[in-house]
T-cell receptor, first 113, second 112 residues
Framework: GENVEQHPSTLSVQEGDSAVIKCTYS??????FPWYKQELGKRPQLIID?????GEKKDQRIAVTLNKTAKHFSLHITETQPEDSAVYFC????????????FGKGTHLIIQP | DTAVSQTPKYLVTQMGNDKSIKCEQN?????MYWYKQDSKKFLKIMFS???????INETVPNRFSPKSPDKAHLNLHINSLELGDSAVYFC???????????FGPGTRLTVT
């Protein structure tokens, strides 16, 4: 089955700086890569996703890049704000069949004032 | 107009008991899931149901059994609870298997 590795496990950045979280996947059939944000005590919520037919996608301060050859994808957050503090999960799926999403182990992002 | 709901939100029980968690979605999605989030925040899929048919069963003890009376509901029944079952259990649904998940609010299960 799919295996998703996520790094770093904890990331601390100064407010206003950029944050980058990286993930690798093992199944070359995976074609859907979402990112979820989970605030303390709340449910994970989708913030951005990318499919394997594109290399980059942006939505305001967040962007995701995908390198299919290397089987890795990254989340970029620019101009970080205190409300960006949360745990971020990457995930991968081949979709179309019976599988759910396979998640990375999460990155705790801390925005320092 | 809650999309995915779960009850109860908190569940405290003793070892050996049997308990159930209920989940309902009003999104018209065909696939529903149960995920377990342990103390280290790792999200692991337990089950998924598509059109009332179980299509994934990961390495989950058979003390856990999903029950789906219809495609809008996927309940989780747990027999003979153990300390290691303590976790947050999230129900989720998706329109297409393996695509965007909508999570419920979670049920924090504590086994004493």
């Amino acid at each position: 089955g799919e295996n998703v590795e996520q790094h770093p496990s904890t990331l601390s950045v100064q407010e206003g700086d950029s944050a980058v979280i990286k993930c690798t996947y093992s199944d070359s059939a995976s074609n859907y890569f979402p990112w979820y944000k989970q605030e303390l005590g709340k449910r994970p919520q989708l913030i951005i996703d990318i499919r394997s037919n594109v290399g980059e996608k942006k939505d305001q301060r967040i962007a995701v890049t995908l390198n299919k050859t290397a089987k890795h994808f990254s989340l970029h957050i620019t101009e970080t704000q205190p409300e960006d503090s949360a745990v971020y999960f990457c995930a991968a799926s081949s979709g179309g069949g019976a599988d759910g999403l396979t998640f990375g182990k999460g990155t705790h992002l801390i925005i320092q004032p | 107009d809650t999309a995915v709901s779960q009850t109860p939100k908190y569940l405290v029980t003793q070892m050996g008991n049997d308990k159930s968690i209920k989940c309902e979605q009003n999104l018209g999605h065909d696939t529903m899931y149960w995920y377990k989030q342990d103390s280290k925040k790792f999200l692991k899929i337990m089950f998924s149901y598509n059109n009332k048919e179980l299509i994934i069963n990961e390495t989950v003890p058979n003390r856990f059994s999903p029950k789906s009376p219809d495609k809008a509901h996927l309940n989780l029944h747990i027999n003979s609870l153990e300390l290691g079952d303590s976790a947050v259990y999230f129900c989720a649904s998706s329109q297409v298997p393996g695509r965007t998940l909508r999570f419920g609010p979670g049920t924090r299960l504590t086994v004493t």
